[in-house]
């Protein structure tokens, strides 16, 4: 068999399998939004597969080259890298059969001498896990085709979760990309892109890195939690997010556990109405409503008339007081 035909093979068989990956990914998520950019997905990676195709058969010349001068995308994607090991099966098979599948590269856009990957990124890992040269393709791409690239492969490899999409949306928008290529690199519709921005922009960074990538919380549950966010919710959850307890949780269980907080507080805001009457039997009631910020005290006096006064003169000491008690138990 010609290198021609072995190289077309290949990639037939590349395309084919990556499609049925994503369409299993697709089905899992279940359907609407994530339907409509399965479709993308797939015209996408195959548009991609058939560059990929088309630039060996014409000739295009596969280099090897040094895989610590490759450096990766200037955009972040992912919250958390999953890293390689010997027991992978990428990195077992490229030890026994060779890199049969190029990288695409360019040169960097900054430093001389570097390069910057476009697509491939776990096969660089794997080549450099083996102490090998990577085989790559040297092409021109500007700053978008470079993105585009990146997110077909995600659609290729393990999906982004919900909040990691979110968040790449994000980076690429503040990175002055326009929403046209946004939707493409994501293959996403415009609503669907319009929902991952509001989560990345409403839930402050720092709760969603010490959430991680909750890849089992969807778009609903994200959705539901930029909505209850306020702008004291960070003072809120700093204490709960640096606890042995919720940093032992996997991510999922830390959203989880973040919303509950959340919603659990909104729930306190709800006003509770109770009465006082001393037990000493006097004419005296005390009408007390409470809220989580606001306290009320309504007092009927007929039998010590100056009894309001009584309290509002020691509300100085009142204060104190609790803040001793306060002081004492550790809170």
Same mark, same amino acid.
């Given at each position: 068999m010609s290198r021609r035909d072995r190289l077309k093979g290949l990639f037939d068989d590349t395309a084919q399998e990556l499609a049925a990956a994503n369409y299993e990914?697709?089905?899992?998520?279940?359907?609407?939004?994530?339907?409509?950019?399965?479709?993308l997905t797939l015209g996408r990676m195959e548009e991609e597969t058939r560059a990929m195709q088309e630039a060996l058969l014409s000739g295009e010349r596969v280099v090897e080259l040094d895989p610590d001068l490759v450096d990766i995308?200037? +955009?972040?994607?992912?919250?958390?890298? /999953? %890293?390689?090991?010997?027991?992978?099966?990428?990195?077992?098979?490229?030890?026994?059969?060779?890199?049969?599948?190029?990288?695409?590269v360019r040169n960097h856009p900054t430093v001389e001498g570097r390069y910057q990957i476009a697509y491939g990124h776990r096969r660089l890992q794997a080549v450099k896990l083996l102490g090998r040269k990577v085989q790559a393709i040297i092409r021109k791409l500007d700053d978008t085709d470079v993105v585009i690239a990146q997110g077909i492969e995600n659609s290729a490899r393990r999906n982004l979760s919900y909040v990691e999409r979110a968040v790449f949306a994000v980076n690429l928008e503040n990175s002055g990309f326009e929403r046209a290529v946004i939707m493409k690199a994501?293959?996403?519709?415009?609503?669907?892109?319009?929902?991952?921005?509001?989560?990345?922009?409403?839930?402050?960074?720092? +709760?969603?890195?010490?959430?991680?990538? /909750? %890849?089992?919380?969807?778009?609903?549950?994200?959705l539901a939690l930029a909505q209850v966010i306020t702008g004291n919710t960070l003072a809120k959850l700093q204490k709960l997010m640096v606890t042995e307890s919720f940093q032992k949780l996997d991510s999922d269980q830390r959203f989880e556990?973040?919303?509950?907080?959340?919603?659990?507080?909104?729930?306190?805001?709800?006003?509770t109405e109770y009465e006082w009457k001393p037990k000493t039997g006097d004419q005296i009631r005390a009408t007390i409503k409470a809220s989580a910020n606001t306290f009320t005290l309504a007092l009927k006096t007929a039998a010590a008339p100056d009894f309001g006064d009584f309290i509002s003169s020691r509300l100085d000491e009142l204060y104190q007081a609790y803040r001793t008690d306060k002081l004492k138990a550790g809170d």
């Open positions: 990914d697709a089905a899992v998520r279940g359907p609407a939004g994530p339907v409509r950019s399965m479709a995308s200037f +955009i972040r994607d992912r919250l958390v890298d /999953a %890293p390689l090991d010997m027991e992978d099966e990428l990195v077992q098979s490229i030890s026994e059969n060779g890199q049969e599948v190029p990288i695409l994501l293959s996403t519709d415009k609503t669907e892109l319009s929902k991952l921005i509001s989560v990345a922009k409403a839930v402050p960074a720092e +709760i969603i890195k010490a959430v991680g990538i /909750a %890849p089992g919380i969807g778009r609903r549950k994200w556990m973040v919303f509950a907080e959340l919603t659990r507080k909104l729930r306190t805001t709800d006003i």
